[in-house]
């Protein structure tokens, strides 16, 4: 099973709002062309800071704007630009850690407590493959769990047909399915829906994206990015997407420092 991203909302920019401010502020914006709206958001956010519209405006480009701010460190402008993604083929053990970012993120995973899981799938580790004792026993560990959870559903299930049972008949299928989750492994297949700022993701890219050891996380990274560097390239312009020797994805970031100098104009 691999790991898929599907991105399903992007930034949206109202210019004709924008341009209604500076009519009122009496100073124009000399909007440069091709610029995709996460990116011109971020533009728009940095020339507030100063008011740099008109005469105060820079000759730099869009791309040139913002790829100096964040050569400067000053990423907090990314926050203004969010995605949202859906991320499929991955494991309870890489949401598990994927969730530990709060900062600039927003999660909605598959539930198991409501979603049945006697059909689970799960995501095998690749180094397994070197290994095939190792392979068998993560193989039979799983077949083992998953007729143990299809066991314990189906016993439990027949406390629905019976009196005396304290629960509600909603709140009893929920403690049935908590009870029946508790020993599936972290192989587990999930989905989980993603919301995040550009800075977040960027953070995220930098600490998680180039761990030689922790492969899916390096997947999703690398998908994750490879979405990004179409959807706004100068704000992921510093990272790149290589190969390993097994020929997995790994990312990295090619930052040369980060001051906090003020911003030039």
């Not at 790991?3 to 100073?27: A, I, N």
């Not at 689970?120 to 580790?125: I, K, L, S, T």
């Not at 095939?132 to 077949?143: D, I, K, M, N, S």
């Not at 030689?212 to 998908?223: F, I, K, L, Y």
């Amino acid at each position: 099973m691999s790991v898929k991203v599907y991105l399903v909302s992007r930034p949206q920019f109202d210019v004709d709002s924008l341009l209604s401010f500076l009519r009122d502020q009496g100073t124009i914006w000399r909007r440069g062309a091709g610029a995709p709206s996460a990116e011109e958001i971020v533009e728009v956010a940095g020339r507030i800071c100063y008011m740099s519209f008109g005469q105060n405006q820079s000759p730099r480009t869009n791309a040139e704007y913002i790829q100096r701010l964040i050569l400067m460190g000053h990423e907090s402008v990314l926050e203004h630009v969010n995605w949202t993604f859906l991320i499929t083929g991955v494991s309870r053990a890489f949401t598990h850690q994927l969730v530990r970012h709060r900062v600039g993120f927003a999660f909605s995973q598959l539930s198991q407590q409501y979603h049945d899981e006697t059909d689970a799938e799960f995501v095998e580790p690749s180094l397994l493959r070197k290994a095939p004792g190792a392979l068998a026993a993560w193989q039979r560990t799983v077949v083992v769990a998953k007729q143990a959870y299809r066991d314990i559903l189906k016993s439990l299930q027949a406390l629905e047909t019976q009196s005396g049972v304290e629960f509600q008949k909603k709140e009893l299928s929920r403690a049935i399915r908590s009870a029946a989750r508790s020993l599936l492994p972290n192989a587990t297949e999930t989905k989980i829906l993603i919301t995040a700022n550009a800075r977040a993701l960027r953070h995220l890219f930098k600490v998680r994206g180039s761990i030689p050891g922790d492969e899916e996380m390096r997947q999703a990274a690398a998908e994750l990015l490879r979405h990004l560097q179409v959807e706004a390239p100068s704000i992921f312009f510093d990272f790149k997407i290589g190969t390993l020797a097994d020929g997995s994805p790994i990312v990295t970031w090619q930052g040369a420092g980060e001051t906090q100098n003020e911003p030039e104009e």
